[in-house]
């Protein structure tokens, strides 16, 4: 499914948040007192807001990598192509296609929202193919499926104005997971809906741009302006056993290039571990030693009190 450029025609100041307006590939804030501009890079809009951003717009009209490297070096083509992955995704793939079925309900068009976007997420391919949905993969990074670019603490769109908004692994790279979800909310409609999926047992990745992990109720409290619809384990305890091995074995090592050298031989005896969480993924053990969790609800009025938080827990101890 093409983009819908027509999306562009609704942004909004990153800053102030009043209406902008494109002209010679530069989108100018309408309100007097803030006037701020913002770059088009390859026609991708860059709608970051420096004062409350760890991202600078000089970033991205200089196209240096920030969170994603589209640049693979050959041990990691290499790595991609033989050596088998430890992790795995059991619950995307089923999850998204409930998501997809509660957003055609009506069997109108839906604006949807991607939050770290730059790729495609496991288990959303159905999404593209959708005639019926208008989606917006956005990120801080450009990738072969960004088209446009912002920081999730300050959403470039107007309030009430998606059908969904998805969150692509993302909430463990922000500074302020919380403003963040703040932030998802306004952009949706009424009881529009959202969807997440979140680290808890991974070790880090993505470097210097990793911040937060969240056990099952952590990630709730997040959401605690969402009804649930449905949560639990995404990825098991297996997949988190396979990355503490390989990252126990790393930290032996000092350097970049000896953890590289490293990677064949933790993926080829530790790989297996993950398919355990075909077996495993819904029993409560897994609920409390999870790889990564996921959330879906609708937007709320009502919030989530931490006392009512504590019956939701649904674990093993």
């Known amino acids: 499914m093409p983009f819908n450029k027509d999306i562009f025609n609704d942004l909004h100041c990153p800053n102030c948040l009043s209406k902008l307006i494109e002209t010679e590939k530069i989108f100018k804030c309408q309100n007097s007192n803030c006037f701020k501009e913002f770059p088009v890079v390859d026609g991708i809009p860059i709608l970051i807001d420096e004062s409350k951003s760890i991202f600078h717009i000089s970033d991205f009209l200089d196209k240096q990598t920030t969170t994603f490297d589209l640049q693979e070096n050959n041990i990691k083509t290499l790595i991609k192509n033989i050596i088998p992955s430890i992790s795995i995704n059991i619950k995307a793939k089923s999850n998204y296609n409930r998501l997809l079925t509660l957003l055609l309900k009506n069997n109108r068009q839906v604006k949807v929202l991607v939050i770290g976007g730059s790729i495609l997420g496991e288990g959303i391919e159905e999404f593209i193919k959708e005639p019926k949905l208008t989606l917006v993969e956005s990120d801080v990074s450009f990738g072969p499926r960004t088209k446009i670019i912002f920081d999730a603490h300050s959403i470039?769109?107007?309030?009430?104005?998606?059908?969904?908004?998805?969150?692509?692994?993302?909430?463990?790279?922000?500074v302020d997971p919380y403003q963040c979800i703040r932030e998802v909310h306004r952009v949706l409609k009424k009881e529009a809906l959202v969807y997440a999926e979140t680290p808890f047992i991974q070790q880090v990745h993505m470097g210097k741009f990793d911040f937060h992990r969240f056990t099952h109720l952590g990630h709730r409290r997040l959401f605690r302006e969402f009804s649930e619809i449905e949560s639990g384990a995404v990825c098991g305890s297996g997949m988190a056993l396979a990355w503490a091995y390989s990252h126990f074995i790393f930290s032996f090592f000092k350097s970049k290039k000896a953890k590289g050298l490293l990677i064949p031989f933790t993926r080829f005896t530790s790989f297996f571990w993950k398919y355990f969480d075909y077996l495993t993924i819904n029993t409560p053990g897994t609920l409390d030693s999870a790889s990564g969790y996921y959330f879906m609800g609708r937007k709320s009025d009502n919030v989530l009190g931490d006392r009512e938080l504590l019956k939701q827990?649904?674990?093993l101890f």
Do not use: K, M, S, T
């Open 156 to 174: 470039p769109f107007p309030n009430d104005y998606f059908d969904c908004v998805i969150l692509q692994a993302v909430l463990e790279h922000v």
């Open 313 to 315: 827990y649904r674990g």
